[in-house]
């Protein structure tokens, strides 16, 4: 029952469709209504305004009336703890399918005063937060269940001070998406063997084989510094080691035929992982697109995952 009733509300309650960031709460958006306290705090009150008015007792009664006009006031300013928020960013790091979603939310105000005790929600999941003139910054865990695009629902900023009689409200509801990757398979087996294993090393910072001495850069480690060779040329040398990579992988989509859809796109996610982690070159192909060529590194490793998070759905694909 109270479900429908929220699920109707929302229907009418300001916005009542995605908007665009930076959104600010004014007075056409903020609903107030009296707490569970507030409720009985009436109740309370209406009983003594009662006992007041049977018993001709003006004390009684001017103190009822004075205390009824500190309630007013109480809900003026829930009202105002939301009127002037400003939302002005929202974004979040791409994480695996399954794995709650850190959603960074910036919040300022448009005036001085401070707020405290706000209540952001989304998705059932709730956090609090204070403002101050600078504003503030809040994190928000939200669960994930699926790959692809995940469109932002309705965030909620709440607030019962700052007499916890009346709880004041307010939605956004921001037009963007989130990247969810895909979930990577737990037992897949190693990646397809690579092109070139022959390959010559390539110079890196990292392994244990010398490759050559280079001039001193700002960040170098002081044990890498060649001291002997340095005294002799005058200027600091560094020696500069090698690790032996593997070749190139081609990561192919046509390597895991004979698994269901989703099965395919869980495994290349679980290989591009191992790709990254072994530190060869790797590219990615796909059905109906030229996939991502050969690279490394993250920024490749992001471009490989959120092309396997955007495939189509199973039943939107040939196969």
């Known amino acids: 029952m109270i479900a429908n009733l ?18 600010v709460i004014d007075r056409h958006r903020i609903y107030v209504l009296p707490t569970a306290t507030g409720l009985f705090f009436g109740l309370l009150l209406g009983t ?32 105002l703890q939301l009127s002037g ?19 960074r939310i910036a919040l300022e105000t448009r005036d001085a005063r401070s707020r405290r005790g706000l209540r952001v929600a989304c998705a059932d999941r709730a956090t609090f937060t204070a403002l101050d003139a600078r504003g503030s910054a809040v994190e928000l865990r939200l ?31 921001p037009a963007q998406s989130v990247l969810v990757y895909p979930a990577a398979e737990t037992a897949a087996p190693p990646p397809p063997a690579a ?23 700002p960040g170098d480690a002081p044990r890498s ?12 040398l560094v020696r500069d080691h090698e690790q032996t990579r593997g070749g190139e992988l081609q990561l192919d989509w046509d390597d895991t035929a004979g698994l269901p859809y989703e099965h395919r796109i869980r495994r290349l996610a679980r290989w591009v992982d ?12 796909l059905p109906g697109s030229e996939g991502v060529p050969l690279g490394q590194g993250a920024p490749h490793r992001h471009e490989c995952l959120r092309a396997l998070a955007l495939l189509p759905g199973e039943g939107l694909h040939d196969g």
Do not use: C
């Open 6 to 23: 929220r699920t109707r509300f929302l229907r009418w309650a300001r916005p009542r469709a995605p908007e665009p960031l930076p959104v």
């Open 48 to 79: 003594m305004m009662l006992g007041a008015l049977n018993f001709n007792n003006n004390p009684a009664l001017l103190l009822g009336l004075l205390i009824a006009g500190t309630a007013q006031a109480s809900l003026i300013a829930a009202h």
């Open 85 to 103: 928020v400003r939302i002005a960013a929202v974004a979040a790091e791409p994480v695996a399918a399954g794995d709650d979603l850190s959603l």
């Open 195 to 217: 092109n070139g294993g022959n390959a010559p090393p390539q110079p890196a910072r990292a392994g244990d084989d010398l490759h050559h001495l280079r001039d001193y850069r």
């Open 274 to 285: 191992e790709a990254e982690r072994s530190g060869r070159r790797y590219a990615l192909r």
């Open 143 to 173: 669960p994930t269940t699926r790959r692809g695009l995940l469109a932002l629902p309705r965030l909620e900023f709440s607030t019962v001070q700052p007499l916890g009689l009346a709880r004041a409200w307010a939605y956004a509801w």
């Open 225 to 236: 510094v060649a001291w002997k060779p340095s005294a002799r040329r005058g200027t600091l």
